[in-house]
């Protein structure tokens, strides 16, 4: 399979701490995508970065893609209750509009 | 605003019924995806689309058939619902070489 793993599976922390997520691929990619997902509902993108680049900011989300290691980190500063959700990652797969998405990272951002 | 919509959240069926799920996008878009999510297994693609009456298989296309008779919806088919088939089902679109999908709302399947 070429799915991709995100590490950690849960990550449980306090409103105002960093919340860092990863993940690792396992095919060449020309970009890498992370979305949020509330539960019971359906995914929503957050941002996407190129194989490119090496850091991409939006608002409280950093993204760092190291294409050498095939991973990808997810940083989200001064996190929120309202954080509080599953963030997959996902990679293209070649040629072709499909993605290939991660397992998944399970954020509890308590207040 | 951008929308995907699928016609159930919440679906009771029992084995053996055929089942249909539908999903409508309004922009527009070529590309139409279905997937399922299961714990600790992710989005697994079962069947998508790139255009009209065009149809490929994803990862998992066993027992489920797809229909794509207009651009914006793309129909997924349990033929003879199964209980290994109850999942929460998830449409998407996105634009050619726009690489960010958009996805409906989910629609949560129990199979009994």
């Known amino acids: 399979s070429q799915q991709g793993e995100e590490d950690p599976q849960a990550l449980s922390i306090q409103e105002g701490e960093n919340a860092t997520m990863n993940c690792s691929y396992k095919?060449?990619?020309?970009?890498l995508q992370w979305y949020r997902q509330n539960s019971g509902r359906g995914l929503v993108h957050l941002i996407l970065?190129?194989?490119?680049?090496r850091e991409k900011h939006s608002g409280r989300l950093r993204v760092t893609l190291d294409t050498s290691k095939k991973s990808s980190s997810l940083l989200i500063t001064a996190s929120r209750a309202a954080d509080t959700a599953s963030y997959f990652c996902?990679?293209?797969?070649?040629?072709?509009?499909?993605?290939?998405f991660g397992t998944g990272t399970r954020l509890q951002v308590f207040p | 605003d951008v929308k995907v919509t699928q016609s159930s959240r919440y679906l009771v069926k029992r084995t053996g019924e055929k089942v249909f799920l539908e999903c409508v996008q309004d922009m527009d878009h070529e590309n139409m995806f279905w997937y399922r999510q299961d714990p600790g297994l992710g989005l697994r693609l079962i069947y998508f689309s790139y255009d009209v009456k065009m149809k490929e298989k994803g990862d998992i296309p066993e027992g489920y058939s797809v229909s794509r008779e207009k651009k914006e919806r793309f129909s997924l088919i349990l033929e003879s619902a199964s209980t290994n088939q109850t999942s929460m089902y998830l449409c998407?679109?996105?634009?050619?070489?726009?690489?960010?999908?958009?996805f409906g709302p989910g629609t949560r399947l129990l199979v009994l």
């Open positions: 998407a679109s996105s634009s050619p070489n726009r690489e960010t999908q958009y």
């Open positions: 970065i190129r194989s490119n680049e």
């Open positions: 095919t060449s990619i020309n970009n």
């Open positions: 996902a990679t293209d797969a070649g040629n072709t509009d499909k993605l290939i």
